[in-house]
């Protein structure tokens, strides 16, 4: 049975794939309607678009756009064409409505009553293809959108489709009922018909201003006038436009409908934002402006929510999606749907063949043939009986993979105009490939390639000459050119890599074919292909050349590039693209990730490195290009000498060459960027970038493949790593590397910071009695420990930057915090013991820290193997502690024993400058002994090193015993005498001051005696006795006090007594002087109340006196100057009195005054101090001089007091 004899309808029937829209062949209504299939899909469509469309003429809407999308070659315009059949009220198709013509295609009943119900009133159809009555280059004109639609309103209503202005006149003529008469007048003065002569209006100028004088009454001048400037004054806008559309239909019957139906809208307005917004606002005004009545559907290939992208604005957006509410969208099911039913629909012979031919041997066979490579898309095959009878002789992924071809030759402008508006669809290519095998018998297969024969007529010379020229190449064969042919067309389908296998199962032409043989045979042609220009290979992928690319491929391949670049540049791929290595880090201890050591890891790639050649460990990729490659003796020797992990690459794969490929495409591009290109040349350079692009994803991919099949090497033995890719192998090959250098690596189980280290030191003695007793890396400390030991048995001197340097290296690769760690352990332990400048550094040392840290420190810092004290003089130093503190020690550490008696004793020094402020402001015994105790606990605790310090301790243990038993009788002194001698201090004190003046014997005996005890060293026998001295010497200065103070007493107040009487007689004075007369009396007296010593009562007697003489001069200042002044201010009052002119007024009478007080100190009367009388001629000359110090002072109303 041959293929054309399957088919339930002849395969070779004339077939309108794509209907295009302006088709006038009425004949081809009548088959497009009875082939039209009606899938699920599109009934589901059907009743949507009838539903809104029939809701209108119960609800008025302005909700009239429908928006059909769909894929290239889904039918979309075929739909719009079917529906224009339906919605046309006038159509008749051999003598039925079209929708009947749907009684058997509808399953749902209700379904198809809407559709009837839609052509019960008058309906006007518009069918037109935008872009072909737009005509050329009009996109970017303004308004381009409403003048199409302008343009086909009037062809639909008779009026010139092609001059506006004109159709703007015939309207104009017709609305006055002047247009039959306008027309016959032009066709009886043109001889031809106003339809034939109207497009040549400057032709026909002179006929048509007749014609419309004759048809108007205008005038000659108006008629010229209105022609001559029709198309000036002419003007289009969408919203006269809509105006224009509802005055047509308001002159219709109420429920008439006139439907816009413009295909291809989609790509006419997709890449221009101002012709999407445009014809929003056509579908806005016309639903605003009609109502309902006046529908507009557009195709396009786009969904209309994918416009979105080439909009500015999300409210652009949103405004079109609201203008096209009625969405409906075309899927691919719905196109192998209608290819099946219409095209591939068996006869009930075929398929009892095909079924006996689909056996489940040929099940098991078709499976493993028709396979794709694992990076391709799923496709769909033969799953199920019913598959292979519905899609035989095709297989069912190549009618989805057609559409993507076509689509995309389209989308790349590869074909000329009959491809760009649907000429060579995706029916009438199937129907194509079909005829092109209908003659095989049952069996055969049609190959992919078969599609091209649809297209080769349509498709650009630059495809075309390629094929051509593959034909004509004697070094090709027929078959080879088949390869090229399916490489074209799957050039641009990203869903199915055109490599080998890929391209052998497309090819298939049998169900019986070798599958094998095929692959071999499909990988010798593409060898050759490549050989001659025409394909080139990327990666693992091939691709076709039009003869462009051809062109710059050969210039691409003449270009040179350094095998040490293109080495490089794979090291790059690999270290830093794929295992981004540029450190690598190490996890010594299982299950532990705070414990991780970094390393810088040197990157080789055969015998070049890539940055860093001096790292302490290393990877090296040996690779097939390499004179080392599958030598493995070569390769164990470069193991054992390299700190290195050696990865031999897996040599399967093609990523030297790639990269090549990619290397030579930069050099190219970079050479030529300056060079002027024809933007064909520009776009496949843009290619050629692209490409670049993709064939380092692909190299990614080889070289992972590479690592992850690789051969390990490591310390001169191949090793088997575990990794479940390929940068967990390298890690897991360094994790060897590593442990086998650093062995001793794993000692450290824990970390430390700087900041650890106090936290250390401070730790708990008891942690610390064996070294392991608490220490996580005691294995380190011990290591550290015996090489302290070695180097001391040596006699060797090192210092502690000595030490780190030898346990950072291997086979150590230890942290300087954790070495550090182990040496303050080995100290707290009292195994080792720092030095600097010759002195031991104490752990307590606040400056500790900051020296193990800093370099210049650690260069200068001695270890030293720790040595040991002799055990009884450790005893004798803690019995001494007992003693002297009365607190046994419990510590069996030297350094702890050093550290508490130290601490003992720095606390006693405090003690002992707090007792020695006592003697700061009091005299007090003991102060020469606690001064010798502090001097020699001073000469201890200064000792820093733990032995000297406990030798020092051990030498001074007789003075330390001595000095703490005088401390007892000192200590016992303020405890219990201190107040009772501080008493006897004042009184001690007291006597000094009184001791001359003492005239009691007794009393000058008892303030001797306690004088003599406070200046003793040594008062403490004594000390008991001054209670009762202290007492007796108290009653005995109380009675001479007691004798002297009364005298005193009266005294002050004598003196008192004559000062205020002194004042009596003048009122003034008195008043000037009282006051500080009594109250400087009142101090002195309580003065002498409050004397607490003869020196006090005596200093009293002095103050009396001073204070009398200072007061009588005052006194007798002012009565002499208050005098004067009284005086002088008489005489001048009788003055006056004199000048006057009435002299028998009576004369002014002086005031007479009190006589006053002249206050005389009889010891002023004695002109010396000392005057001695011999005779009484000096007794004479005294009492002369009295005689006349006294007369001095007695004149007029004046008199002595004497004081």
Do not use: C
Not at 404 to 419: C, D, F, W
Not at 1047 to 1070: F, G, R, Y
């Amino acid at each position: 049975m041959k293929i054309n004899e399957l088919f339930y309808k002849d395969i070779e029937r004339e077939i309108q794939g794509v209907v295009v829209v302006d088709e006038k062949e009425e004949e081809k209504a009548e088959q497009e309607l009875e082939e039209f299939v009606v899938t699920e899909e599109m009934e589901k469509h059907l009743d949507t678009f009838f539903e809104a469309y029939n809701k209108a003429y119960k609800q008025p809407t302005d909700r009239i756009g429908v928006w059909i999308s769909g894929f290239f070659g889904s039918g979309k315009s075929h739909f719009l064409k079917i529906l224009s059949y339906l919605l046309d009220s006038n159509k008749t198709v051999s003598g039925r409505k079209p929708v009947d013509y749907f009684d058997e295609k509808i399953q749902n009943p209700l379904v198809l009553q809407k559709m009837k119900d839609a052509i019960s009133y008058q309906t006007g159809v518009v069918l037109f293809n935008i872009d072909s009555k737009a005509g050329a280059n009009t996109k970017q004109r303004k308004l381009a959108v409403v003048k199409v639609f302008n343009k086909v309103f009037d062809e639909h209503r008779g009026y010139s489709p092609s001059i506006p202005w004109i159709a703007h006149l015939e309207e104009t003529l017709e609305d006055k009922g002047q247009y039959e008469v306008f027309k016959k007048s032009f066709e009886e003065k043109a001889g031809l018909i106003w339809e034939e002569g109207r497009d040549e209006v400057f032709y026909n100028e002179d006929e048509m201003i007749e014609a419309l004088m004759e048809a108007t009454d205008m005038s000659e001048e108006s008629a010229r006038h209105w022609i001559t400037t029709g198309e000036e004054n002419y003007d289009v806008s969408v919203d006269s436009f809509a105006r224009r559309v509802k005055k047509y239909v308001d002159q219709k019957d109420s429920n008439y409908r006139l439907v816009f139906m413009a295909d291809e809208m989609g790509q006419y307005i997709s890449d221009n934002k101002d012709l999407m917004v445009e014809l929003q606002t056509v579908a806005e005004d016309i639903g605003r402006y009609t109502k309902g009545q006046v529908w507009v559907m557009v195709t396009s290939q786009q969904d209309i929510d994918n416009l979105e992208n080439d909009l500015s604005s999300s409210n652009d957006f949103s405004k079109i999606q609201g203008r096209f509410p009625t969405r409906l969208s075309l899927s691919s099911a719905n196109a192998d749907e209608v290819i099946k039913k219409r095209l591939l629909a068996k006869n009930d012979t075929a398929k009892q063949t095909l079924q006996i031919t689909y056996d489940e041997r040929m099940q098991a066979a078709l499976r493993n043939k028709i396979s794709f490579s694992t990076d391709t898309a799923t496709l769909k095959v033969y799953n199920t009986m019913k598959d292979f009878v519905d899609f035989y002789p095709f297989v069912p992924y190549q009618i989805t993979l057609l559409q993507k071809v076509l689509e995309e030759i389209r989308r790349h402008g590869l074909a000329g105009s009959s491809v760009s508006t649907g000429e060579r669809n995706l029916l009438g290519t199937i129907q194509l490939a079909v005829l092109q095998y209908k003659d095989n018998p049952v069996g055969s297969l049609i190959p992919f390639q078969s599609f091209f024969a649809n297209l080769d007529s349509s498709l650009d010379y630059s495809i075309r000459s390629t094929i051509i020229k593959a034909q004509q190449n004697a070094s090709l064969n027929k078959f080879d050119v088949e390869v090229l042919k399916l490489l074209f067309l799957i050039r641009y389908i990203q869903e199915i890599p055109a490599n080998i296998e890929n391209v052998a199962t497309l090819m298939i032409n049998q169900l019986d074919e070798d599958k094998l043989e095929a692959s071999k045979q499909v990988e010798e042609s593409l060898r050759r292909l490549v050989k001659e220009y025409l394909v080139q290979r990327n990666g693992s992928e091939f691709i076709f050349l039009t003869n462009e690319e051809q062109d710059i491929n050969r210039e691409i391949q003449n270009m040179e590039v350094p095998t040490a670049n293109l080495l490089n540049q794979i090291g790059e791929v690999i270290y830093s693209d794929i295992l981004d290595l540029k450190k690598y880090t190490h996890y010594s201890v299982l299950n532990k990730k705070s414990v991780s050591y970094n390393f810088d890891v040197a990157r080789w790639i055969d015998d070049r490195v890539i940055g860093n050649a001096n790292a302490e460990i290393g990877v090296r990729m040996i690779t097939p290009y390499s004179d080392s490659y599958q030598n493995s003796e070569s390769i164990l020797q470069l193991s054992s000498r390299e700190n290195q992990v050696i990865v031999e690459l897996d040599s399967t794969g093609t990523f030297y060459e790639d990269m090549l490929n990619i290397m030579k495409i930069d050099q190219y591009l970079r050479v030529n960027s300056s060079r002027k290109r024809t933007d064909l040349e520009q776009d496949i350079l843009n290619r050629k970038a692209r490409e670049r692009n993709e064939l380092t994803a692909t190299i990614q991919v080889q070289l992972r493949n590479a690592l992850e099949h690789a051969h390990i090497y490591i310390y001169g033995s191949e090793v088997e790593v575990s990794g479940t890719n390929a940068p967990s192998i390298i890690s897991a090959g360094l994790h060897q590397l590593v442990t086998n250098i650093y062995r001793h690596l794993n000692y450290i189980q824990k970390f430390y910071e700087r900041s650890d280290f106090d936290s250390v030191i401070h730790q708990d003695d008891i942690e610390l009695l064996e070294i392991d007793g608490n220490d996580e890396n005691h294995l380190a400390t011990e290591t550290i420990q015996q090489y302290i030991q070695r180097q001391s048995e040596r006699k060797i001197t090192f210092t502690l930057f000595n030490l780190i340097q030898e346990f950072q290296i291997k086979p150590y690769g230890w942290r300087v915090e954790d070495i550090l760690v182990s040496i303050i352990r080995l100290v707290k332990a009292e195994k080792i013991i720092l030095k600097t400048n010759h002195q031991t550094i104490e752990l307590h040392d606040p400056m500790l820290e900051r020296q193990l840290m800093n370099r210049n420190s650690q260069e200068k810092m001695l270890i030293q193997k720790r040595k040991v004290i002799d055990e009884r003089i450790l005893r004798e130093v803690k019995q001494l502690h007992k003693d002297l503190f009365g607190v046994r020690l419990t510590e069996d550490k030297e350094d702890r024993i050093a550290e508490e008696f130290r601490a003992r004793l720095e606390r006693k020094q405090k003690e002992l400058h707090a007792l020695l402020e006592k003697y700061r402001e009091h005299f007090y015994p003991g102060q020469e002994e606690i001064n010798q105790y502090l001097k020699d606990i001073t000469q201890v605790v200064h000792v820093q090193d733990t032995l000297e310090f406990i030798q020092t301790l051990h030498r001074a243990a007789i003075d330390l015993y001595d000095d703490a038993d005088e401390m007892i009788e000192i200590q016992t002194f303020f405890k219990y005498s201190q107040v009772v001698y501080d008493e006897a201090y004042k009184i001690r004190n007291r006597f000094k001051d009184d001791q001359s003046m003492i005239q009691l014997e007794e009393t000058l005996s008892v303030g001797n005696e306690i004088q003599n005890i406070i200046k003793m060293v040594r008062p403490y026998k004594r000390l008991s006795d001054l209670p009762k001295l202290v007492k007796h010497y108290k009653q005995s200065l109380t009675e001479e006090m007691n004798r002297e103070i009364g005298p005193l007493m009266d005294n002050v107040t004598n003196k008192e007594k004559i000062l205020l009487d002194s004042i009596q007689t003048d009122k003034e004075v008195n008043q000037h002087f009282a006051h500080s007369i009594r109250s400087r009396f009142e101090v002195l007296k309580q003065k002498v109340d409050n004397s607490g010593t003869l020196k006090d009562l005596s200093a009293a007697k002095s103050e009396v006196e001073f204070i009398t003489d200072q007061l009588s001069s005052q006194i007798n200042r002012y009565q002499h100057e208050l005098a004067e002044e009284r005086r002088i201010a008489l005489k001048a009052k009788q003055n006056i009195q004199k000048e006057k002119s009435y002299p028998e007024k009576e004369e002014v009478e002086p005031i007479i005054h009190e006589p006053q007080a002249v206050l005389v100190h009889v010891s002023q009367l004695i002109p010396s101090s000392s005057y001695t009388i011999r005779n009484e001629a000096e007794l004479a000359k005294l009492m002369e001089e009295v005689k006349q110090r006294l007369q001095k002072e007695l004149t007029e109303n004046k008199y002595i007091q004497f004081i």
